[in-house]
C-alpha cells in the first residue's frame, strides 16, 4: 500500500513553545490530508481537512488559530501547535487520500506523540 | 446518533479460534463505504477490509472477513485462525458519499489474543 509518513514521530517540549508537524505522502500525490488527534484508550477524532493549495477545513470545537494546517503541496501538509499546553499532549495522525470517491482507502501515517511539559 | 457504534470495549480470543468484533452504523445515504483498520499499540493504523454498500457479497482478505447485514446495518468483523499478533485495537469506520471524504470512526475494540 502506498506510504504516509510522520515527523517526528514524538515530541516533548514546555508549555508556550509551538511545534511542527509534518506529513507526507512518498509514493503518491495526496489530493486530501486529514489530521487526527487521538487520546489513549479513545478513537481518532477528525480535527481538519486540507485540500492542497487551500485553506483547511476545520471541525466543530478545533481552534484553527491553535492548530495551524499548511497543505503546502500535493505531498506535504503541516500542523503547527501554537503555544503548546499540556492538555495539548496527544497522539496525533494525519492520513492522506489520491483522488476522492468513498472506497477511497485513507493511508495513515505512523503518528506523533506530543508531550507538552 | 453515533454514526458508528462498536459495543465490545475489549475482548479476548484463543489463539487459533475465530472471533467476531461487532460493528454497526447509522447513515440515511444509500451509498456509503465500510472499513475496518487495526492499530497495533505502536500507533499506526493499518486497513484491513472495504464493504461497499453496492457489494453484493462480503468482503473477505485473507482471514478477514467483513459480515455485512445492510438491513441491519451491521459490518462486522470476523477474524479466523486468530494468531498473538492480531492482538490490537480494531476500528470501524465509515465514509459516506453525500459527506465527501469524512470518515467516521467508532470508539474500537481492543483484542487481546490469548496463547
Known amino acids: 500500500g502506498a506510504v504516509v509518513s510522520q515527523h517526528p514521530s514524538w515530541v516533548i517540549c514546555k508549555s508556550g513553545t509551538s511545534v511542527k508537524i509534518e506529513c507526507r505522502s512518498l509514493?503518491?500525490?495526496?489530493?486530501?490530508m486529514f489530521w487526527y488527534r487521538q487520546f489513549p484508550k479513545q478513537s481518532l477524532m477528525l480535527m481538519a481537512t486540507s485540500n492542497e493549495g487551500s485553506k483547511a477545513t476545520y471541525e466543530q470545537g478545533v481552534e484553527k488559530d491553535k492548530f495551524l494546517i499548511n497543505h503546502a503541496s500535493l505531498t506535504l501538509s503541516t500542523l503547527t501547535v501554537t503555544s503548546a499546553h499540556p492538555e495539548d499532549s496527544s497522539f496525533y495522525i494525519c492520513s492522506a487520500e489520491e483522488g476522492s470517491g468513498i472506497s477511497n482507502e485513507q493511508f495513515f501515517g505512523p503518528g506523533t506523540r506530543l508531550t507538552v511539559l | 446518533a453515533q454514526k458508528i457504534t462498536q459495543t465490545q470495549p475489549g475482548m479476548f480470543v484463543q489463539e487459533k479460534e475465530a472471533v467476531t468484533l461487532d460493528c454497526t452504523y447509522d447513515t440515511s445515504d444509500p451509498s456509503y463505504g465500510l472499513f475496518w483498520y487495526k492499530q497495533p499499540s505502536s500507533g499506526e493504523m493499518i486497513f484491513l477490509i472495504y464493504?461497499?454498500?453496492?457489494?453484493?457479497q462480503n468482503a473477505t482478505e485473507g482471514r478477514y472477513s467483513l459480515n455485512f447485514q445492510k438491513a441491519r446495518k451491521s459490518a462486522n468483523l470476523v477474524i479466523s485462525a486468530s494468531q498473538l499478533g492480531d492482538s490490537a485495537m480494531y476500528f470501524c469506520?465509515?465514509?459516506?458519499?453525500?459527506?465527501?471524504?469524512?470518515?467516521?470512526f467508532g470508539t474500537g475494540t481492543s483484542l487481546t489474543v490469548i496463547p
Open positions: 509514493d503518491f500525490q495526496a489530493t486530501t
Open positions: 469506520a465509515m465514509r459516506e458519499r453525500g459527506t465527501g471524504n469524512q470518515f467516521y
Open positions: 464493504q461497499g454498500s453496492y457489494d453484493q
